[in-house]
Nanobody, 122 residues
Framework: QVQLVESGGGLVQSGGSLRLSCVAS????????MGWFRQVPGKERELVAL???????DYVEFVKGRFTFSRDNPENTVYLQMNELKPEDTAVYYC????????????????WGTGTLVTVSS
């Protein structure tokens, strides 16, 4: 019943920008924390950013100052504005909800989209 659909990925040159979207359905969007993750071959899936139900945002260090996470509750949509993209940002990006934060600092989601590919060329 819960569905997450990502879009907005593509191919850009280093230094370029992309805006990712994730449209959610099947749950009370405004009451849940959500997160953006990414995964590259040979690496574990990693958290990029999270946004709480009350709008508190946290970013991992390697995207701070470059990425902006926002949510539009009436549209059941979250966005990830990615600026100053680097080749190392190349990955499949996923949104997850509801996002759970644990006492040990880790995060996980109950539901996931199928991902959108971001490719950044040198």
């Amino acid at each position: 019943q819960v569905q997450l659909v990502e879009s907005g990925g593509g191919l850009v040159q280093s230094g370029g920008s992309l805006r990712l979207s994730c449209v959610a359905s099947g749950f009370v969007f405004s009451s849940d924390d959500m997160g953006w993750f990414r995964q590259v071959p040979g690496k574990e899936r990693e958290l990029v950013a999270l946004i709480s139900s009350d709008g508190v945002i946290d970013y991992v260090e390697f995207v701070k100052g470059r990425f902006t996470f926002s949510r539009d509750n009436p549209e059941n949509t979250v966005y990830l504005q990615m600026n100053e993209l680097k080749p190392e940002d190349t990955a499949v990006y996923y949104c997850a909800a509801p996002l759970h934060s644990y006492d040990n600092g880790s995060h996980s989601g109950d539901y996931w989209g199928t991902g959108t590919l971001v490719t950044v060329s040198s």
